[in-house]
């Protein structure tokens, strides 16, 4: 059999492993997102690359591994792939874990400090099995580029194009399966990697001899091209000795089968895991209720690549709305189904029959204080996020013409349109009048993209209370609340349009106050003179009201709106006939030194921009605020991160494979590596943000922007190999292939030249394009993406290449840098984000691939006269 048929099965089987890998990484995270607070989501990324990491700082340590029969080895670890995704998700949603405890009310010091032990335990106990899957995947995979290391440009080309389909696979398999489901698949494709691997053995060989052999032989060229074609120093022989099956390859029969069989298993599972594998759901969040309190139902349950949604009913409940007035006199709200969005942001279906005076209530609530500013009906209204529909209700209610609402979870709508659902319930709101159009889009991108102009933009709470004082969203980017988005809804605004914003209030003003100073600054860049008579803020009960108007508010709006806000037992915090000297916003508006200003307020309320997104961040570096301020977290998975990757990664290198520092130059090219893992992942995070608004969301921008970086860098691998096996004539060395650093020296300039066009580029294009159809911006993406990723894919086997001809055992040392700075740099990516915005990562990100470059090639000779002396130690 002949050896590129043989394999095959082997490049198949990374492929698969690969794409198990990126399909479990995307579906953890929404799985926390659901079991606890999107920002806990994004360490599952930091736990894989500690996962990979450590697994292959193992395989350095226990080198008997690839000494032994490889293929079996590859079965082994990948069917170990799948059954620790299993039982490690298995214990993971048992684990009794609430990042929101500590901050429960009414716990005594003691009561605190025990919850929050308890937290560092769990989430201890959280990192270590989620790291389980991924430590075997990396066996799996190491193990394979290790021994077959002159293969590495099409083993990682392989592996990147799996990790790339993994990324859009993912999508359509969250549409389709529970989350649940979802972790399942991937353990399925682990075990299908895993009979590709065993089959691999099969056809490889009947009866395999290893043969010692130089890596490279001066015997003549067609020696040499069978060297580099070979795996490692070991090349593989195949003797078919013809009879009947031996015992080996019985043996290798029942591990196909009994993969094959685990994989069926699986997918057989995915679509029902989630009825005997339920979510834990921590008491924090408002889908907890519905599983302790027994006259609540779960009425429904459904998933989209976006979010989880449950309907919770209870006969006669009602919420009524956000901030309702104690004094209200009309009928009460009618009876509500309860919407729960990744088990925490609620929504509302409301009983409603097409009577209007059933729901005179809405006008009761702070929402409604836009409609009666004028004192007369609005022509039209946008209504972003309008979720069950209690905005649209509100709207027509007031009698606006024209209703157009912007929601962004298809599921969301469908149970508000669909028959077999709850259309009668809503009484065919979306559906049955003419006047009101609700549109799948998220709002931002909508916005962007509408050539009408209206009077009210609206978009109102749409997340709990307690997430929102506890700091859980402080990690989210929202691109609804930025300097940039103020400035495209006043583009969309009549001559006398409004602005308005629900959000939750707490002392100091934070969340009303960053949305003053965001519009103000838009106002300021559209040439508003007095910015100070453009706004009115609102407090009802723990809710603001933010409405900010094109044009000034005139005298008799303003007396209005205080006869209304006075009728209901509310609080103007802010009008433009304000003067009380201690009102914080009278101080912002006539504060001679606004930056001063910013620096003496108790909390960060500058203003947020799509760069730096950060709305909900409040607290800075000296004012951590404990578990409330996303700047607490970073700093404590930070430290996580590096003790753990120090004693996963860095600790095991010193201790077993301390010979490789001896290599001359081997600082310089521990520089190179480091910096190649802190680059890599710092530019994939940063093009991640600067897609979300171009795609409308951000799975979209994840999905769209890991599969062309990681598929395209698959490409440039192969490509960088091709390049090395075949140079001119002028640039072949006695070795038989072209130095790494020759290739080096030109790939990463371009790449930073190119990233950095990026930055200033995008933007102003992404704006221009925005009318375009979804598929196309997709397709758009993948082609700006392309040149990048396949630059990105060229510099690390370039180096791993460079490496091997100096001295093989510093190639550990190189994997287990790049890994350990991949850990560590995805935290700091968002670190330096919060702080300074995502160009600067993206900056930082060029500078440090050029420090890497630089350190490489000021190896000069030493690496020359290294990898000679090498090549004529294997002739002798």
């Not at 690549?305 to 009928?331: H, I, N, Q």
């Not at 009077?455 to 930025?482: C, H, K, M, P, R």
């Not at 996963?648 to 590596?673: H, K, N």
């Amino acid at each position: 059999m002949s050896e590129r048929k043989a394999i095959w099965p082997l490049y198949l089987g990374v492929f698969t492993i690969s794409m198990a890998v990126l399909t479990l990484e995307i579906a953890l995270t929404r799985i926390f997102s659901v079991s606890l607070w999107y920002h806990l989501a994004f360490m599952v990324i930091s736990t894989a690359l500690l996962g990979f990491g450590a697994s292959g700082i193992f395989l350095s340590v226990r080198r008997d591994l690839l000494e032994k029969n490889l293929e079996r080895n590859l079965t082994r670890f990948a069917g170990l792939t799948a059954v620790g995704i299993v039982v490690s998700f298995a214990i993971i949603i048992r684990l009794p874990l609430d990042p929101l405890a500590p901050l429960a009310e009414g716990l005594t010091p003691g009561q605190q400090n025990w919850q929050i032990g308890l937290l560092v335990l769990l989430l201890l106990a959280d990192y270590v099995l989620v790291v389980i899957p991924f430590f075997f995947a990396g066996l799996t995979l190491g193990s394979a580029f290790s021994a077959l290391a002159k293969r590495i440009s099409t083993l990682y080309f392989a592996d990147l194009m799996g990790a790339g389909l993994g990324c859009l696979v993912v999508v359509g398999a969250l549409w389709v399966l529970p989350g649940q489901g979802v972790v399942f698949f991937s353990a399925g494709l682990a075990a299908l990697a895993a009979v590709f691997f065993s089959r691999q053995r099969r056809l490889g060989q009947d009866e395999v001899l290893q043969v010692h052999r130089p890596p490279e032989s001066a015997a003549g060229p067609s020696e040499l091209r069978d060297s580099r074609q070979g795996a490692g120093d070991t090349q593989q022989q195949v003797v078919d000795r013809g009879g009947a099956p031996s015992g080996k390859e019985r043996g290798a029969w029942r591990g196909t089968a009994f993969a094959a069989a685990g994989a069926v298993l699986l997918f057989a599972l995915s679509p029902f895991v989630d009825r005997f594998m339920p979510l834990y759901i921590p008491p924090s969040k408002p889908l907890s209720q519905a599983y302790a309190d027994p006259t609540i139902s779960l009425a429904f349950t459904g998933f989209t690549p976006f979010a989880r949604v449950d309907v919770m009913y209870k006969e006669g409940a009602s919420l009524g709305t956000w901030g309702l007035s104690s004094r209200c006199t009309a009928p009460p709200s009618p009876e509500q189904l309860f919407i729960t969005i990744d088990a925490a942001a609620i929504t509302t279906i409301t009983h409603f029959d097409g009577e209007l005076d059933r729901i005179g209530f809405l006008n009761c609530a702070p929402s409604s204080l836009a409609y009666q500013v004028r004192g007369e009906p609005l022509e039209s209204a946008l209504l972003i996020g309008p979720g069950g529909g209690i905005d649209v209700l509100t709207a027509h209610y007031n009698g606006v013409q024209r209703i157009i609402g912007a929601e962004i979870n298809p599921l969301i709508i469908k149970l508000v349109v669909d028959d077999a659902l709850y259309r009668d319930y809503a009484g065919g709101l979306y559906t049955d009048y003419p006047q009101i159009q609700v549109e799948l889009a998220e709002g931002r991108n909508f916005v962007s993209r509408s050539k009408e102009k209206y009077d009210l933009i609206q978009f109102s709470q749409v997340d709990t209370w307690a997430a929102a004082a506890a700091g859980a969203y402080s990690l989210s980017e929202n691109f609804l609340y930025t300097t940039e988005a103020f400035l495209d809804y006043y583009d969309h605004l009549t001559d006398d349009g409004m602005l308005t914003v629900g959000r939750w209030y707490f002392e100091p003003p934070r969340q009303a106050f960053r949305l003053v100073t965001i519009g103000t600054t838009a106002l300021e860049r559209r040439g508003v003179a007095s910015p100070a008579q453009h706004f009115m803020v609102v407090r009802a009960g723990g809710t603001s009201t933010f409405i900010m108007k094109k044009s000034p508010f005139t005298a008799d709006e303003i007396t209005r709106l205080r006869a209304v806000v006075d009728s209901l037992d509310f609080t103007m915090l802010y009008a433009p006939d304000e003067t009380d000297p201690n009102n914080w916003f009278v101080r912002f508006f006539t504060a001679p030194d606004r930056a001063k200003f910013y620096r003496d307020y108790p909390l960060d309320v500058t203003p947020t921009t799509d760069d730096r997104p950060f709305f909900f961040e409040y607290y800075g570096w000296s004012n951590l605020g404990n578990f409330r301020s996303g700047k607490a977290t970073l700093i404590i998975l930070l430290v996580q991160a590096l003790l753990l990757a120090g004693g996963f990664i860095l600790w095991p290198l010193w201790r077993f494979q301390r010979r490789g520092l001896a290599t001359r130059g081997a600082r310089r090219f521990i520089v190179y590596f480091a910096a190649l893992g802190i680059g890599f992942i710092l530019i994939e995070i940063g093009l991640m943000q600067r897609f979300i608004l171009f795609l409308g969301h951000p799975v979209y921008s994840t999905s769209v922007v890991l599969f062309s970086v990681l598929t395209f860098s698959g490409l440039g691998s192969l490509l960088s190999g091709r390049l090395l096996a075949s140079p001119p004539e002028s640039d072949r060395e006695d070795m038989g292939e072209r130095d790494p650093r020759q290739l080096q020296r030109w790939i990463i300039p371009v790449l930073g030249l190119l990233t950095i066009c990026y930055v200033f580029v995008l933007p102003p294009l992404f704006r221009s394009l925005l009318g375009m159809d979804l598929t196309y911006r997709v397709a758009l993406s993948i082609l700006l993406l392309a040149p990048l990723g396949l630059l990105m894919g060229m510099p690390f086997p370039l180096g791993i290449r460079l490496v091997d001809r100096v001295n093989p055992k510093l190639v550990p040392w190189a994997w287990g840098v790049n890994g350990f700075s991949s850990v560590v740099g995805s935290i700091l990516a968002v670190m330096i984000a919060q702080s300074y915005g995502f160009s600067l990562v993206i900056g930082l990100a060029v500078i440090i691939y050029v420090g890497g470059l630089v350190a490489v090639l000021s190896l000069g000779r030493v690496a020359d006269r290294a990898a000679q002396q090498r090549y004529l130690g294997s002739e002798i």
